[in-house]
């Protein structure tokens, strides 16, 4: 009897990856304001916060659901809730308020590169967010037009090469983590041929609004970048913060980034002087240091945002009293053609 020939071999077919969860989640996320309104039990009431369709067309809500469970249930006026919620105020013309309110056109310097400050370039690395801020003031931003990952990144790299008098580059967008990481490691791969560069600073705001996309992909790329790095978070309420946030940013600080946080004073939000000293006690406390507390940028669809700069500043008087020094963030506005953020002083 012939033995039956033996089956063919077949090389394995690889499996195909999982998706990582802070992917998932951001998926997940809410983009529907009324079921926003139905998860916090406030749909009966919406029609008396002044909801609009119209603004939630023209910037979309996106908010992930880590961030609502930290929304207080039944409030209307909760601090997190005002600063993703879209209203009618927002459509309302303002004298003064404009669709690029720091000047992020003319000081373009390549692909996706803004140059308004001396020895830093700022990179748009994509146009995505995890969270949609409503005083966001680049809510008008060309993304599609001004992104850096266009062409693999190779203009904004070149542009950034061919200046010496560059040795700071900040990943800004939209915000650069919500990119895959693989693709921030092509990003930086290609910087660390920069041989001018020493500092990497990154703006963003997902350690807060979703903190599991600080997973062990990102700590890795982060571990092994060639700079020191800071990463500036971006909360503007101590409610922001939990045990999910802590870990994320005990991770952070793991990898040898040091964190600084920038808020912005919002009416509404955090216009009290009780609400500040929480939001930089709170920081420190899961490791953050205060940076900078911005004075709103006019950014059409944002004034009902805007605290007047002599509440601003009598605000920031008694902070300063409150508070040790190193807690009290600078009160600053960015100003369009300014060589730096222009501090607001006391007279």
Known sequence: MIPAAPAPQHAPVPATPPTPRWQQLWRDAVRDPRELLAQLGLDAVAGGLGLSDDAAVQFPLRVPQGFIARMRHGDPHDPLLRQVLPLDAEMQPMPGFSLDAVGDGAAKAGHGVIRKYRGRALLIAT??????????????FPYAEETAAAAGWRDAVDAIAADAGIDEVILSGGDP?????????????ALAQVPHLKRLRIHTRLPVVLPERVDEALLAWLSALPWPVTVV?????????????????????????????????LRGVNDSVDALAALSERGHAAGVLPYYLHQLDRVQGSAHFEVPDDVALQ??????????????????????????KRPLTYA
């Not at 983590?177 to 791969?189: G, H, I, N, Q, R």
């Not at 940013?249 to 600084?260: D, E, I, K, V, Y």
């Open 233 to 265: 978070l971006h909360a503007n309420h101590a409610n922001e913060f939990d045990p999910a946030v802590d870990a994320a940013l005990a991770r952070l600080r793991g990898a040898g980034a040091l964190l600084l946080n920038q808020a912005v004073l």
């Open 177 to 189: 983590w919500s990119l895959a990481t693989p693709k921030l490691a092509e990003l930086t791969d």
């Open 127 to 140: 146009g995505s967010c995890a969270i949609h801020c409503r005083y966001c003031f680049r809510r008008h």
């Open 315 to 340: 605000l920031h008087r008694e902070l300063a009293a409150r508070l040790s020094g190193y807690l009290v963030p600078k009160l600053v506005r960015e100003v369009a053609g300014d060589p730096g």
